[in-house]
């Protein structure tokens, strides 16, 4: 599923455009701030952002400017509330792949991500990276601090689920039913082990156990 980011400080706001997103078959993910905005960009499971340009602590334009610099370019709509043309060429200039005025209306918004989506390159997006980690999808290979690791069909396919989802809790249901294509069974430990084996290959420290509730990506 195509997976959009909202980086954007107005609750209501990114409630409305979360909402229209999700309706239209999107799966999202919200933040209100630059850094996290930049984190998520860096780690390479986001399809396409929406990036308000007046975010409280690093500005659009600079998560823009900083994601270009380093060669990365998933498709960026920039909202602002600002009327200055000079702002909208400095983004574009930034690398933007579109820009939106507030207020908009949400067909409007939804025509122009479809729109870029369709201009993504068709080798855009084969490899997901999170902090040393990364997967190449097409070639099936991983890498640790830049040596390679060897891993199972499954434990790819484990590992690409927790990299699509970093910092995000994934139940044991979840896993068996994405990585397994299998209905929950209460008695299997099979996510465990393989999780374990991840831990043995990626680092331990990358995936935190969360009680009750399942793991974590950290």
Do not use: C
């Amino acid at each position: 599923m195509t997976r959009i980011l909202i980086a954007e400080d107005e609750p209501q706001i990114s409630a409305f455009v979360e909402r229209g997103l999700r309706v239209a078959g999107y799966e999202t993910v919200v933040v209100d701030d630059g850094p996290p905005a930049l984190e998520l960009l860096r780690g390479g499971a986001i399809d396409l952002a929406l990036l308000d340009i007046g975010l409280p602590t690093l500005d659009g334009l600079e998560v823009l400017r900083q994601i270009r610099r380093e060669g990365r370019n998933v498709p960026i709509i920039m909202l602002t509330a600002r009327t200055s043309t000079r702002d909208t060429v400095e983004g574009l200039e930034s690398g933007a792949s579109d820009y939106i005025r507030k207020p908009f209306t949400f067909e409007e918004l939804l025509a122009r991500v479809r729109s870029r989506l369709r201009e993504v390159p068709a080798d855009a997006g084969t490899t997901i990276v999170h902090g040393e980690v990364s997967l190449d999808l097409l070639s099936r290979r991983a890498l640790v601090a830049g040596r390679e690791v060897e891993l199972s069909a499954r434990e790819f396919a484990l590992a690409e689920q927790f990299l699509r989802s970093p910092g995000t809790v994934l139940s044991r249901e979840q896993l068996l039913s994405r990585v397994w294509e299998m209905d929950f069974d209460p008695g299997s430990n099979v996510v465990d082990v393989y999780v374990r084996y991840l831990r043995g290959k990626l680092g331990a420290h990358h995936i935190a156990t969360v009680r009750g509730a399942g793991y974590r990506w950290e």
